[in-house]
């Protein structure tokens, strides 16, 4: 059976009850109604718990006048909807030892009576084996009314007036318009979560989208309701989606080629036994799995979907069940970090053998243009439209001392040597890699895996792309020394050998702040803004370092910098590339940290005199 519909294929046939109260008292209740999004969440997730493959969704006035959700689910009999707006009414767990096997989104038995107590609930159902359907009304969670009504299949719940009793909490309320994109957020999480189920949305009684349902068994079917969802993410073709699994726990991470990368985290989501979650080191365990294949300050397309033994994960621990506490978080971020750079090389090396292989007799000069060269189409998990010309490179890093080191920078540059030597045997006709506007330099492309081809003047430069990289992210460590203190402290789990008082002292002095928790084991708790996002680096770096404290910043520099650069053999991108180009250019000393240089320059003339012309 298909992962997304393992908990929910078959809905709980118990009835509901009022919980005992040592029950009861064992769930992280709290406020969990604030904002119409919230009714919206808990209503979905009654609908997606109730079994239903079809769900509607109607909002007005952002959620306040009126949001309804109607399914076609296992449904509620008489008994149940009497029941079922009472605090601590539920079908989904009985016993505390439940608490620790739920499969359910549900299981506090909370949200219809905090949803009753500040609106006016109207709620229609009919149990699967009832002859007819019932129809309860509460305002302010007082019952007004229960009759019996004609009704085909499931629940329709309809919440109107919100806060209607409450004015404060009314005022807190933003535009309409802005609630009602939190509820349409809302409903693209549960989505997402769901993708076997199909979702309409209505706004206003108009009709505003409809998500159909994708096959559990269609093996994509995640990728497929992303694409759905968010359309502007593009083709299929830009995304891999990849597998894993560990004791008592499998996930589907569907990712965007590093080419659609973003300048923020939104589209880093995380998904835990089907509820988008805020788990700061899964989405970390992601972004390392991208580390040399983004330049720093870009964010992956990236999704998981995780999903753990209920044994290994609590979320009984927020109201809203936005955080989950994992037992066995530090193997599943392994895992995962593990499978999306894997899936990033293979990529990488199946890009090049094609370019190998495809290269062209005209091409054997070595120059073929890594990104524009479709011709055949093949290039899977490329970029379309990304050519220099219409993705600024990153600017990422620093621009000093350009004008001194590279004279007549600014001097207006031929397109092309061959436009002025030989305009009938220009070599990448057929393959144009046009120069960007405001670069001083063309990019040619890459080769043998390593080199970034540059024009520049009247030389070509041949850039070791990973020892560029390499010295640059030096650079960068060594001029950002000022500690942040990171969202949640990371804890070093790896070192066998307790870290030596004085190098914690000297780490402290570089902007490492490294404490020990109560259970005696380290953990890092700001870093160099440089830093951060390597921190699994660091943590090999420190199991492994041997050397004195007065080495100590420039081999955790290089060893960051080696770590954490684009390797031999990497994909990269256009914008990565110029991204490296120039930031190799701007730098004063053009040499690796261990010394070698990062590029070989042949300038015109010494080419012109190596075939003999003058
Ligand atoms: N759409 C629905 N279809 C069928 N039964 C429903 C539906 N909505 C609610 N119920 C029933 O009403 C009960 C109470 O719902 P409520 O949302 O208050 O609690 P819960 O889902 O059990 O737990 P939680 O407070 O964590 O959401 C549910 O346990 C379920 O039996
Ligand atoms: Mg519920």
Redesign the pocket.
């Known amino acids: 059976m298909n992962e997304n519909q393992k908990h929910h294929a078959h ?2 046939p ?3 009850q009022v919980l005992r109260e040592d029950v009861a008292r064992k769930i992280a209740a709290g406020e ?1 109604i604030d904002r119409p999004y919230s009714v919206l969440r ?2 979905l ?3 997606i ?2 079994g ?1 493959d079809q769900i509607q969704v109607e909002i007005a006035d952002g959620g306040t006048r009126l949001i309804r ?1 109607s ?1 076609n ?4 009999n008489s008994e ?1 909807l009497s029941l ?2 009472q605090s601590h ?5 009985e016993h505390e030892d439940d608490l620790l096997r739920i499969q ?10 905090s949803i009753a107590a500040v609106s006016k609930l109207e ?1 229609t ?1 009919r149990a699967e084996d009832a002859p007819e359907g019932g129809v309860v009304i509460v305002h302010g969670g007082k019952k007004v009314s229960q009759t019996t009504k004609a009704w085909g299949k ?2 329709s ?1 309809g919440v109107s007036d919100l806060f209607f009793n409450l004015p404060a909490r009314k005022k807190f309320l933003k535009r309409s318009a802005t609630e009602a994109m939190l509820c349409k957020n809302t409903l693209i999480e549960k989505a997402l979560a769901f993708p076997h189920i199909q979702f309409e949305y209505r706004t206003e009684g108009t009709l505003r989208f409809v998500l159909p349902g994708v096959p559990p068994q269609i093996e994509s079917n995640h990728l497929q309701r992303i694409l759905m969802a968010y359309p502007d993410l593009g083709d299929e073709k830009l995304f891999f989606s990849v597998q894993g699994s560990g004791d008592g726990f499998s996930f589907t991470a569907v990712i965007g080629e590093p080419g659609i990368s973003r300048g923020d985290r939104k589209m880093v989501q995380v998904y835990a036994n089907h509820r988008r979650i805020q788990e700061f080191s899964l989405i970390q365990a992601m972004e390392y799995g991208f580390q040399g294949f983004l330049p720093g300050g870009r964010y992956p397309v990236a999704f998981l979907f995780l999903d753990a033994d209920p044994a290994f994960v609590d979320f009984n621990i927020h109201p809203a ?1 936005r955080e989950a506490k994992f037992t066995i978080l530090p193997e599943i971020h392994r895992r995962v970090s593990r499978s999306v750079q894997e899936i990033l090389s293979n990529h990488a090396k199946q890009t090049l053998s094609y370019q190998q292989r495809s290269a062209s007799p005209r091409q054997d000069i070595g120059v073929t243009s890594f990104l524009h060269h479709n011709s055949t189409g093949q290039l899977q998990g490329h970029p379309h439209g990304a050519t220099p010309a219409d993705s600024p490179p990153n600017s990422d890093f620093p621009a000093r001392g350009v004008q001194e080191r590279i004279p007549n920078w600014n001097r207006p540059m031929p397109r092309s040597t061959s436009e002025l030597y030989e305009p009938h045997a220009e070599p990448m006709s057929s393959n144009p890699a046009p120069r960007h506007e405001s670069e001083p330099y063309r990019y040619l492309g890459q080769v043998f895996t390593l080199f970034l081809l540059v024009e520049l003047e009247n030389s070509l430069y041949m850039i070791d792309m990973h020892a560029a990289h390499e010295k640059i992210l030096f650079e960068q460590f060594s001029q950002n020394p000022r500690p942040q203190r990171l969202l949640l402290p990371l804890e070093l789990t790896e070192l066998d050998e307790p870290i030596n008082p004085e190098l914690l002292q000297e780490l402290h002095a570089l902007g490492i702040e490294i404490e020990t928790n109560e259970s005696g084991t380290y953990q890092i708790i700001s870093l160099p803004g440089g830093l951060i996002g390597k921190e699994l680096y660091l943590a090999e770096f420190l199991g492994g370092f041997r050397g004195t404290k007065d080495d100590l910043q420039r081999s955790l520099y290089a060893t960051m910098a080696c770590r954490s650069a684009v390797k031999d053999g990497d994909y990269i991108n256009d914008r990565i590339a110029h991204a490296i180009i120039q930031g190799a250019l701007q730098l004063e000393n053009p040499r690796c940290p261990h010394g070698r240089p990062i590029w070989f320059e042949i300038s015109k003339d010494e080419l012109f005199q190596l075939v003999g012309r003058t």
Request: proline residues 2%.
């Open positions: 809905p709980s118990r009835r509901v969990v808990e209503l997730d009654n609908a718990d109730s239903a959700v399914d689910g296992s449904g509620m149940d079922c707006f009414a539920t079908s989904k767990i359910t989104l549900g299981f506090r038995g909370e949200a219809l009576s709620i159902s499931g629940t719940i069940k």
